[in-house]
């Protein structure tokens, strides 16, 4: 069973860029599902985005348009490119292998 280390979270103010990574200890080609949750102080775990092996995605209806999942199975490692980051995008990031395998969880701040 592979383990995820995420990182690239950080202090950013409003309408700025992260790129979050997700590194697995292992393969990731033949994973059917990975993708990304969050959850700020006080609030449930929430679903923010999801790719498939074959590349399809599917979004949070609050990240569309500015939050891009991706995958690199050679480096195996999943991607999210968030921009236009507003406060309300401030929580810890946690990645998952179908839904079974959880990384430790990165900080993401937004704030002037």
């Known amino acids: 069973q592979v383990q995820l280390v995420e990182s690239g979270g950080g202090l950013v103010q409003p309408g700025g860029s992260l790129r979050l990574s997700c590194l697995a200890s292992?393969?990731?080609?033949?994973?059917?599902?990975m993708g990304w949750y969050r959850q700020a102080p006080g609030k449930q775990r929430e679903f923010v985005a999801r790719i498939s092996s074959g590349d399809s995605t599917n979004y949070a209806n609050f990240v569309k348009g500015r939050f891009t999942i991706s995958r690199d199975n050679a480096k195996n490692t999943m991607y999210l490119q968030m921009n236009s980051l507003k406060p309300e995008d401030t929580a810890v990031y946690y990645c998952?292998?179908?839904?079974?395998?959880w990384g430790q969880g990165t900080q993401v701040t937004v704030s002037s």
């Open positions: 998952h292998t179908n839904y079974v395998v």
């Open positions: 292992g393969s990731i080609a033949g994973i059917y599902a």
